[in-house]
Nanobody
Framework: QLQVAESGGGLVQPGGSLTLSCKVS????????IGWFRQAPGKEREGLAC????????NYADPVTGRFTISRINAEKVVYLQMNNLHIEDTAVYYC??????????????????WGQGTQVTVSS
Protein backbone atom coordinates (compact mmCIF):
# COMPACT_ATOMS: atom_id res chain seq x y z
CA GLN A 1 0.00 0.00 0.00
CA LEU A 2 1.29 3.43 -0.96
CA GLN A 3 0.76 6.66 0.95
CA VAL A 4 1.26 10.17 -0.37
CA ALA A 5 1.59 13.58 1.26
CA GLU A 6 1.58 16.96 -0.48
CA SER A 7 3.30 20.16 0.53
CA GLY A 8 4.23 23.51 -0.92
CA GLY A 9 0.95 25.34 -1.28
CA GLY A 10 0.59 29.01 -0.54
CA LEU A 11 -0.38 32.44 -1.80
CA VAL A 12 0.99 33.61 -5.14
CA GLN A 13 0.23 36.54 -7.41
CA PRO A 14 -1.27 36.07 -10.88
CA GLY A 15 1.47 35.22 -13.33
CA GLY A 16 3.62 33.79 -10.57
CA SER A 17 4.99 30.30 -10.02
CA LEU A 18 4.76 27.67 -7.33
CA THR A 19 6.12 24.16 -6.91
CA LEU A 20 4.21 21.47 -5.06
CA SER A 21 5.81 18.32 -3.68
CA CYS A 22 4.32 14.87 -3.27
CA LYS A 23 6.20 12.46 -1.01
CA VAL A 24 5.47 8.80 -1.71
CA SER A 25 5.89 6.19 1.03
CA UNK A 26 5.09 2.51 1.41
CA UNK A 27 5.72 -0.31 -1.02
CA UNK A 28 3.93 -2.23 -3.74
CA UNK A 29 5.14 -4.76 -6.27
CA UNK A 30 5.61 -3.34 -9.74
CA UNK A 31 5.08 0.13 -11.09
CA UNK A 32 2.56 2.67 -9.92
CA UNK A 33 1.15 6.00 -11.03
CA ILE A 34 1.09 9.39 -9.34
CA GLY A 35 -1.54 11.95 -10.24
CA TRP A 36 -2.03 15.58 -9.34
CA PHE A 37 -5.57 16.87 -8.89
CA ARG A 38 -7.27 19.99 -7.65
CA GLN A 39 -10.66 20.90 -6.31
CA ALA A 40 -12.06 24.42 -6.15
CA PRO A 41 -15.06 25.28 -3.95
CA GLY A 42 -18.28 24.06 -5.53
CA LYS A 43 -16.47 22.19 -8.31
CA GLU A 44 -15.60 18.58 -8.97
CA ARG A 45 -12.11 17.23 -8.43
CA GLU A 46 -10.12 17.82 -11.61
CA GLY A 47 -7.18 15.78 -12.90
CA LEU A 48 -4.16 17.88 -13.87
CA ALA A 49 -1.19 15.64 -14.58
CA CYS A 50 0.00 12.10 -14.01
CA UNK A 51 3.13 10.03 -14.43
CA UNK A 52 4.09 6.40 -14.04
CA UNK A 53 6.82 5.42 -11.60
CA UNK A 54 8.96 4.11 -14.48
CA UNK A 55 8.42 7.26 -16.53
CA UNK A 56 6.81 5.35 -19.39
CA UNK A 57 3.66 7.47 -19.43
CA UNK A 58 2.98 11.11 -18.71
CA ASN A 59 -0.23 13.01 -19.30
CA TYR A 60 -1.56 16.53 -18.81
CA ALA A 61 -5.05 18.02 -18.79
CA ASP A 62 -5.68 20.69 -21.42
CA PRO A 63 -6.13 23.61 -18.94
CA VAL A 64 -2.59 23.20 -17.61
CA THR A 65 -0.68 21.97 -20.65
CA GLY A 66 2.26 24.27 -21.22
CA ARG A 67 1.99 25.85 -17.76
CA PHE A 68 2.36 22.91 -15.36
CA THR A 69 5.11 20.30 -15.37
CA ILE A 70 5.10 17.03 -13.46
CA SER A 71 8.50 15.64 -12.59
CA ARG A 72 9.70 12.07 -12.63
CA ILE A 73 9.76 10.28 -9.31
CA ASN A 74 13.22 10.87 -7.87
CA ALA A 75 15.37 8.67 -5.64
CA GLU A 76 13.73 10.15 -2.56
CA LYS A 77 10.32 9.14 -4.00
CA VAL A 78 9.20 12.75 -4.39
CA VAL A 79 7.17 13.99 -7.36
CA TYR A 80 6.98 17.70 -8.06
CA LEU A 81 4.35 19.77 -9.82
CA GLN A 82 5.90 22.95 -11.18
CA MET A 83 3.20 25.53 -11.84
CA ASN A 84 3.99 28.60 -13.93
CA ASN A 85 1.93 31.56 -15.12
CA LEU A 86 -0.70 30.94 -12.47
CA HIS A 87 -4.18 32.34 -12.99
CA ILE A 88 -6.77 33.34 -10.41
CA GLU A 89 -8.85 30.38 -11.54
CA ASP A 90 -6.04 28.02 -10.49
CA THR A 91 -7.03 28.70 -6.88
CA ALA A 92 -7.97 25.36 -5.33
CA VAL A 93 -6.93 22.64 -2.94
CA TYR A 94 -4.31 20.53 -4.72
CA TYR A 95 -3.97 16.81 -4.09
CA CYS A 96 -1.60 14.10 -5.15
CA UNK A 97 -2.74 10.51 -5.39
CA UNK A 98 -1.25 7.07 -6.04
CA UNK A 99 -2.59 3.96 -7.69
CA UNK A 100 -1.44 0.75 -9.36
CA UNK A 101 -0.15 1.03 -12.92
CA UNK A 102 -2.72 -1.17 -14.67
CA UNK A 103 -2.98 0.31 -18.15
CA UNK A 104 -0.52 1.69 -20.68
CA UNK A 105 -1.28 5.34 -19.97
CA UNK A 106 -1.54 6.96 -16.55
CA UNK A 107 -5.01 8.29 -15.81
CA UNK A 108 -6.44 11.71 -15.01
CA UNK A 109 -9.72 10.36 -13.66
CA UNK A 110 -9.91 10.59 -9.85
CA UNK A 111 -10.32 6.85 -9.21
CA UNK A 112 -7.01 6.52 -7.35
CA UNK A 113 -6.61 4.34 -4.25
CA UNK A 114 -4.47 6.60 -2.05
CA TRP A 115 -4.84 10.34 -1.51
CA GLY A 116 -2.98 13.01 0.37
CA GLN A 117 -4.62 15.55 2.65
CA GLY A 118 -4.35 18.38 0.12
CA THR A 119 -2.55 21.70 0.09
CA GLN A 120 -4.19 25.08 -0.56
CA VAL A 121 -3.03 27.18 -3.51
CA THR A 122 -4.41 30.70 -3.66
CA VAL A 123 -3.72 32.94 -6.64
CA SER A 124 -4.57 36.51 -5.81
CA SER A 125 -3.22 40.02 -6.17
Amino acid sequence: QLQVAESGGGLVQPGGSLTLSCKVSGFIQGTYIIGWFRQAPGKEREGLACITSDGSSLNYADPVTGRFTISRINAEKVVYLQMNNLHIEDTAVYYCAADLHLSRRCKLSPDYRSWGQGTQVTVSS
